[in-house]
């Protein structure tokens, strides 16, 4: 089961002004843990201010050279991205999560594929990690990215980018799309939209050819993508979308929160083969009230986002408000997301062991 391992800050660097790229030192013993596969993210928790502060951010390296690395874009308001960015230096520590997440797919240095990506902002982060591994494992692969911006100086790793397409140039492809800073063409301008999106599938490149198609953004972009794609008969098993925070549009359609009345029951939780069990007299998630009991459980995003509290249902059972994470074999097999599930009966028996 994954658990939170203390790690040093190895090496700091900007990607623009905005943003820090942050490279962890991982010790020889943590090195098989700390293992991953382009576009899985890490969880990271720090005390801020007093306060348990957790987010998950996407690993931007490639696997290949075993170094982690993930980008932090400084958001208003949000208080681990401004930690990260203002105070953060070489040789700190930070308490850190193995890596996580299912936003890839398998490689194989014998195929010859072809992959669309469209990013916004941020990101970018997973897709440059899934271009560079898929561009360096899969040498007769082609790749297409279209990545969106406010102007030129809010790029991130562009540099990087630019040495992937001077490099592997007549297989990797790159386009800016920049809203606040003009360029020649019009398809260039603006937003990452459905109507761009249509006119780069007939300019660009052959839905039918395509074997996987990654979007990384805004909701409102990565809806887009998708909703264009499925009206150019793309299956939805080649369209891969990676959330950051719950959806508030269309994926996030509840029109109101969900109210959920006290129950009364019995939940014992495993983890790292020790089992706890402790009275649920509340409205509150499992998670929640497994807290308030003393539980250390893991989490991250408590949004039903990013899968990090996934636990498999052992006995009775649990109803869950959201799953943007779990995919339905998932589902069958009973795991569910233990920040959006309430007990459903007088006794529930949940595995963190998954």
């Known amino acids: 089961m994954a658990k939170f391992h203390t790690l040093k800050v190895a090496d700091l660097k900007r990607p623009t002004e905005e943003s820090v790229a942050v490279t962890f030192n991982i010790p020889d013993e943590l090195r098989e843990e700390f293992s991953f596969i382009q576009g899985q993210h890490l969880t990271l928790k ?25 980008a932090i874009k400084k958001l208003e308001g949000g208080a681990f991205s401004t930690y990260a960015n203002d105070q953060l230096a070489i040789d700190d520590e930070i308490e850190v999560m193995a890596p996580h997440g299912k936003f890839h797919v398998p490689l194989d240095p014998a195929s010859s594929r072809s992959y669309v990506a469209f990013a916004s902002g941020s990101g970018i982060t997973p897709i440059l990690s899934i271009i560079e591994t898929t561009l360096r494992t899969e040498p007769e692969s ?12 809010t790029i991130i790793f562009q540099e990087e980018l630019e040495g992937l397409k001077n490099k592997y140039m007549g297989r990797f492809s790159l386009y800016h799309i920049l809203s606040k800073e003009r360029q020649e063409s019009d398809l260039f301008n603006g937003r990452i939209d459905k109507e761009k999106i249509r006119s780069y599938a007939r300019l660009f490149f052959n839905t039918e050819s395509v074997d996987h198609y990654f979007t990384c953004g805004p909701e409102e972009m990565m809806l887009a993508v998708q909703d264009e794609l499925r009206l150019l008969d793309v299956p939805d098993e080649r369209i891969h979308l990676e959330l950051f925070t719950s959806p508030v ?66 006995e009775g059972e649990v109803e869950m408000d959201v799953n943007y994470a779990l995919e339905p074999d998932e589902l069958e097999r009973g795991l569910v997301l233990s920040c959006q599930s309430y007990p459903k009966t007088e006794k ?6 998954v």
């Open 46 to 70: 720090k005390d801020i201010k007093g306060e348990d502060t957790r987010r998950s951010y996407s690993i931007c390296s490639c696997p290949i050279d075993e170094t982690i690395t993930v």
């Open 142 to 153: 082609e790749f297409i990215l279209f990545y969106g911006n406010r102007r030129t100086s």
């Open 249 to 314: 549009g269309k994926l996030g359609s509840q029109e109101k929160e969900i109210k959920h009345e006290k129950a009364l029951a019995e939940i014992t939780v495993i983890l790292d083969g020790n089992s706890m069990t402790f009275p649920y007299n509340s409205d509150k998630s499992i998670l929640d009230v497994a807290f308030d009991n003393g539980a250390d459980l893991p989490y991250a995003c408590k949004g039903g986002v990013c899968s990090t509290c996934v636990c498999r249902v052992e």
């Open 348 to 353: 529930v028996k949940l595995s963190f062991d």
